[in-house]
């Protein structure tokens, strides 16, 4: 008998894990490396989460909770939903996981039957397809392009429904590409699904809060109301809060979905962290102010690696609207040949060349579902991303 499942095989570990792993073994082999891999802000946990999280530890707030969450948390939550999104949950409508990925895949394993499919938009997170198939789904990949800067059309969506959608998953701003969907764009996306009264709604607003310029944030429920009873609005205090390693993630959606969410994680992980649900409500609660001051600095290095990117033949960086990430297009270069004579065939190539060559590490395209592409995250310093975005010029003008 096999000792691997079958399901497993379906599934491939996470690339952009793999590139940040790939990085670390080349620096600590004594190369200079400059990593844009890893989809984290650079910068600390604010000291008041911190504090919180201390003061949780030192009042002997360290024993199991409620599978789902505390109730101080729920209220944080609803709290945050109203301010922040419009939108009325009550705690009855609310799970706490560890970390936003731990709540996405709670609900497809919930949900999910043999046969049932879920929509993703290409460029995606590279773990939904690869969730949806542990789940026993088949995902159901519907392409935005580069023209349309990157975003789903109605009539994209409209194609990838069929009488077996059981989700369609919605992310803005998006990993990989930064994009942000207009209250318009998402309200000809909400249209679209008013018409398919069997596909639920998995929005994941993860980046909400890291939106530049004058991009206005909007999520599903809040576009078209009448959505509410068939979305499961999903959000975490990860990337907002630079809180990647506490692991907390939360969603809200009707209590029947809700509670087969809080049974999946009573069978495998019970409560996420005590002290990190501590942190967290203090995260939602306290000062908000911090996250300004995060997108000045975010928007001044996304304009520094836009402007730099732009001024190499052969790439196209389109400006997106938040998250830390730029997606160019690389199909100007597909066919040339670096001076060790590696051709670039396609945007793996290039990206292993770009590493193995200057030090630069990127995630290719295809592990994000649209290619030729890469993937640069800009959650690292001014210096860093100069000296990255230099070498990739020097990179691209000394192919021929
Ligand atoms: C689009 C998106 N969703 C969800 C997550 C999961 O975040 P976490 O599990 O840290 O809450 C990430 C993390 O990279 C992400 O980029």
């Given at each position: 008998?096999?000792?691997?499942?079958?399901?497993?095989?379906?599934?491939?570990?996470s690339?952009t894990?793999?590139?940040?792993?790939?990085?670390?073994?080349?620096?600590?082999?004594?190369?200079?490396?400059?990593?844009?891999?890893?989809?984290?802000?650079?910068?600390?946990?604010?000291?008041?989460?911190?504090?919180?999280?201390?003061?949780?530890?030192?009042?002997?707030?360290?024993?199991?909770?409620?599978?789902?969450?505390?109730?101080?948390?729920?209220?944080?939550?609803?709290?945050?939903?109203?301010?922040?999104?419009?939108?009325?949950?009550?705690?009855?409508?609310?799970?706490?996981?560890?970390?936003?990925?731990?709540?996405?895949?709670?609900?497809?394993?919930?949900?999910?039957?043999?046969?049932?499919?879920?929509?993703?938009?290409?460029?995606?997170?590279?773990?939904?397809?690869?969730?949806?198939?542990?789940?026993?789904?088949?995902p159901?990949?519907?392409?935005?392009?580069?023209?349309?800067?990157?975003?789903?059309?109605?009539?994209?969506?409209?194609?990838?429904?069929?009488?077996n959608?059981?989700?369609?998953?919605?992310?803005?701003?998006?990993?990989?590409?930064?994009?942000?969907?207009?209250?318009?764009?998402?309200?000809?996306?909400?249209?679209?699904?008013?018409?398919?009264?069997?596909?639920?709604?998995?929005?994941?607003?993860?980046y909400?809060?890291?939106?530049?310029?004058?991009?206005?944030?909007?999520?599903?429920?809040?576009?078209?109301?009448a959505?509410?009873d068939?979305?499961?609005?999903?959000?975490?205090?990860?990337?907002?809060?630079?809180?990647?390693?506490?692991?907390?993630?939360?969603?809200?959606?009707?209590?029947?979905?809700?509670?087969a969410?809080?049974?999946?994680?009573?069978?495998?992980?019970?409560n996420?962290?005590?002290?990190?649900?501590?942190?967290?409500?203090e995260?939602?609660?306290?000062?908000?102010?911090?996250?300004?001051?995060?997108?000045?600095?975010?928007?001044?290095?996304?304009?520094?690696?836009?402007?730099?990117?732009?001024?190499i033949?052969?790439?196209?960086?389109?400006?997106?609207?938040?998250?830390?990430?730029?997606?160019?297009?690389?199909?100007?270069?597909?066919?040339?040949?670096?001076?060790?004579?590696?051709?670039?065939?396609?945007?793996?190539?290039?990206?292993?060349?770009?590493?193995?060559d200057?030090?630069?590490?990127?995630?290719?395209?295809?592990?994000?579902?649209?290619?030729?592409?890469?993937?640069?995250?800009?959650?690292?310093?001014?210096?860093?991303?100069?000296?990255?975005?230099?070498?990739?010029?020097?990179?691209?003008?000394?192919?021929?």
């Amino acid at each position: 008998m096999e000792l691997l499942s079958k399901t497993l095989a379906r599934v491939k570990p996470s690339p952009t894990i793999a590139v940040t792993q790939k990085a670390a073994e080349l620096k600590a082999a004594g190369k200079d490396v400059i990593g844009l891999g890893a989809g984290e802000p650079d910068f600390d946990t604010p000291q008041n989460i911190k504090d919180a999280g201390i003061a949780a530890i030192t009042a002997g707030k360290t024993k199991y909770t409620a599978v789902d969450g505390i109730p101080e948390l729920k209220q944080a939550i609803c709290a945050k939903f109203k301010r922040d999104n419009g939108l009325d949950y009550t705690p009855a409508q609310v799970s706490v996981g560890t970390g936003g990925k731990q709540i996405l895949y709670n609900a497809l394993m919930a949900t999910m039957n043999p046969g049932e499919e879920v929509v993703i938009p290409a460029p995606y997170w590279v773990s939904y397809p690869d969730m949806v198939l542990l789940a026993g789904g088949t995902p159901v990949i519907a392409p935005a392009t580069l023209e349309n800067d990157f975003k789903l059309t109605p009539e994209a969506l409209e194609e990838a429904i069929t009488p077996n959608t059981k989700w369609f998953i919605f992310n803005s701003p998006s990993n990989p590409t930064g994009a942000g969907y207009s209250w318009d764009e998402l309200k000809a996306l909400t249209d679209v699904l008013m018409r398919h009264p069997h596909v639920w709604v998995m929005t994941d607003d993860m980046y909400e809060h890291l939106a530049y310029d004058d991009f206005k944030f909007c999520t599903p429920a809040q576009v078209e109301p009448a959505l509410y009873d068939r979305t499961l609005t999903v959000n975490g205090v990860s990337k907002a809060y630079a809180m990647t390693g506490w692991r907390i993630g939360y969603a809200a959606g009707p209590e029947k979905l809700i509670g087969a969410m809080r049974k999946v994680q009573s069978q495998s992980t019970s409560n996420p962290c005590t002290v990190s649900q501590w942190a967290a409500v203090e995260a939602l609660n306290g000062t908000q102010d911090y996250i300004a001051e995060n997108n000045k600095m975010f928007t001044r290095r996304r304009n520094l690696v836009v402007d730099m990117l732009s001024e190499i033949d052969g790439i196209v960086c389109p400006k997106p609207e938040g998250a830390f990430y730029v997606y160019p297009s690389i199909a100007g270069l597909i066919g040339k040949t670096t001076p060790s004579g590696v051709t670039i065939t396609d945007d793996e190539v290039f990206a292993t060349a770009l590493l193995e060559d200057t030090g630069v590490a990127v995630v290719f395209g295809a592990a994000f579902g649209l290619s030729p592409n890469f993937r640069i995250s800009y959650a690292t310093s001014d210096e860093a991303l100069k000296e990255a975005c230099t070498r990739l010029q020097q990179f691209c003008a000394a192919l021929s």
